[in-house]
């Protein structure tokens, strides 16, 4: 009884490495993977089901021609309900007072401030040592606009 109590945690404890790995991706890549572990949940849930209703096999062919046949709809409501919303946060400029704030600094900078500041928290921020490429893009375009 104690192996599977202590296997069941490493067993969490492995999941929890792999979750937190999983969600610091880089967006693109986050995206990319998530798109495949759904696809590998559903094609699971089939096989679930097929175990229960064996006709569910004969049932997938018309789902691919519906859901090929609706593209042009289904893409439209994409459209609709999900790129709009994130089109409107990429076409924000960062403004100087933002700058500032992501670079912890005041107004009246100096720029001996605002290069120590950045490089103090690319240190800290840098993807290559664990940190995130859109903290690092932040970074880089708050300094581009402090310094001009």
């Not at 967006?27 to 998530?34: E, V």
């Not at 005041?106 to 800290?124: F, H, L, R, V």
Request: proline content about 3%; glycine content about 6%; aromatic content about 14%.
């Amino acid at each position: 009884m104690i192996y599977y109590i202590v296997g069941g945690i490493i067993l969490t404890a492995i999941l929890l490495q792999i979750f937190l790995e999983f969600i610091h991706l880089p967006q693109k890549k986050f995206k990319k993977y998530l798109k495949f572990i759904i696809l590998v949940i559903l094609l699971l849930l089939i096989l679930y089901f097929m175990r229960f209703f064996p006709a569910v096999i004969s049932a997938i062919p018309a789902i691919f021609l519906i859901l090929y046949r609706w593209s042009g709809f289904i893409n439209f409501l994409a459209n609709v309900f999900f790129k709009h919303k994130s089109a409107n946060k990429r076409n924000q400029i960062l403004t100087r007072k933002d700058a500032l704030e992501i670079l912890g600094l005041q107004e009246g900078a100096t720029k001996e401030e605002i290069i120590a500041s950045y490089q103090k928290m690319m240190k800290k921020n840098h993807p290559d040592l664990g940190g995130s490429d859109w903290i690092t893009k932040k970074l880089n375009e708050a300094r581009d606009i402090l310094l001009g």
